[in-house]
């Protein structure tokens, strides 16, 4: 039987995992907002060097400081992630590349769960 449609309309949306551009543009992305923040972070980092606890606690608990430290948090782990799985899905397969793959998929989520928790205690109880 002769395929009729078009083939543009054949080839549209076609790909491994029908999202290599998005992930193109959220590693971009990232890779640009950790551009801004890590200059902020390692300022913030050093300026409490030699500080005590309760200065570091109020250092992080001020908005501007909670805010841009959470979005560090969130920027790093998801670049990170997205780095991981292109080193996974080019060197790996099998099933030990869907293992490897749902196991970074989870250990980063729970870092920045845990990361973003624990600025929040700090904010919240200072």
Known sequence: MTDMRDP???ARGLGSAKDGVNH???QRVTAIALLVLAPWFIYFAVSLIGADQD????AIAKPLNATLLVSFIIAMCWHARLGLQVVVEDYIHGWQEITLQLLIKFIYA???IAA???????????
Not at 117 to 126: M, P
């Open 116 to 126: 973003i928790i624990a600025i929040g205690r700090i904010v919240f109880s200072a």
């Open 8 to 10: 543009l309309a054949t």
């Open 24 to 26: 193109w543009w959220m």
């Open 110 to 112: 729970i870092a920045a």
């Open 55 to 58: 200065s570091v606690k109020a």
